[in-house]
């Protein structure tokens, strides 16, 4: 499959470090990276209509329903910034918001490339409980693998690291319950398609992102 404006869709369970490699990526092939955690996260915090609509499922690990996030996500691929793609993170995580996507990316030929970042769930659970993330920029430091060199502030910006609400053991569990009940056939369904690389999560970050750039960079030519 040859790649122009693609939509990057990475795909893989809490914790897998898809919003690292998306916030690498973005920055070295200059596309948005669009997090529905992150959307949702700022509505909750500026008590906007979204994020009142979404606290309760999003404080018990819950999925905030399908037509929210639709609505989120066409709002903000559709802007003028995402017109040589974008990198989805955290989206789809349904096989309705799946064929949503396609619909929309189908309007103007958009095509997508999904990357699945895989990690064995022993493994997830023991860095989402030692996760820390910048109250500002949103880096993530794991306070056993990596730390940040400042103590409890960010190494990028020196904002304040704080540790999320749903990174409890409890909810955790429930994160990943959902992930592999609801969210994991999503590989089948792009693998299907033809359109599906897997990536082992399992490795140094800069690692995880030279394989990633690799494989777009094999796709683009
Ligand atoms: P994340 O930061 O991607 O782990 O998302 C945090 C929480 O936001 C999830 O546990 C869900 O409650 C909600 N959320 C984020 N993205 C989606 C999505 N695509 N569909 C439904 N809920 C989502």
Not at 92 to 108: C, G, H, M, N, V
């Amino acid at each position: 499959m040859k790649i122009q404006r693609v939509v990057i869709i990475m795909l893989g369970p809490p914790g897998a470090g898809k919003g690292t490699q998306a916030r690498m990526m973005s920055e070295s092939l200059k596309i948005p990276h669009i997090s529905t955690g992150d959307m949702l996260r700022e509505a909750l915090k500026n008590e906007t209509e979204l994020g009142m609509k979404a606290k309760a499922f999003m404080d018990r690990g819950a999925l905030v329903p399908d037509e929210l996030v639709d609505a989120i996500v066409a709002e903000r691929v559709g802007r003028n910034d995402c017109c040589g793609g974008c990198i989805l993170d955290g989206y789809p995580r349904t096989i309705p918001q799946a064929e949503f996507l396609r619909s929309i990316l189908e309007k103007d030929g958009t095509g997508s490339l999904t990357i699945g970042v895989e990690v064995p769930d022993d493994e997830l659970i023991k860095r989402l409980s030692s996760r820390w993330t910048c109250s500002q920029c949103g880096k993530m430091f794991n306070a056993n693998l990596d730390p940040a060199k400042a103590g409890g502030q960010c190494d990028a910006c020196g904002a304040v690291l704080v540790q999320r609400k749903d990174d409890t053991a409890e909810v955790i569990a429930e994160r990943l319950h959902v992930y592999h009940r609801t969210t994991q056939p999503l590989v089948k369904y792009y693998q299907d398609r033809g359109s599906y690389v897997e990536v082992n999560g399992d490795r140094a970050v800069n690692e995880i992102f030279d394989t990633i750039i690799g494989i777009i960079n094999r796709k683009r030519k």
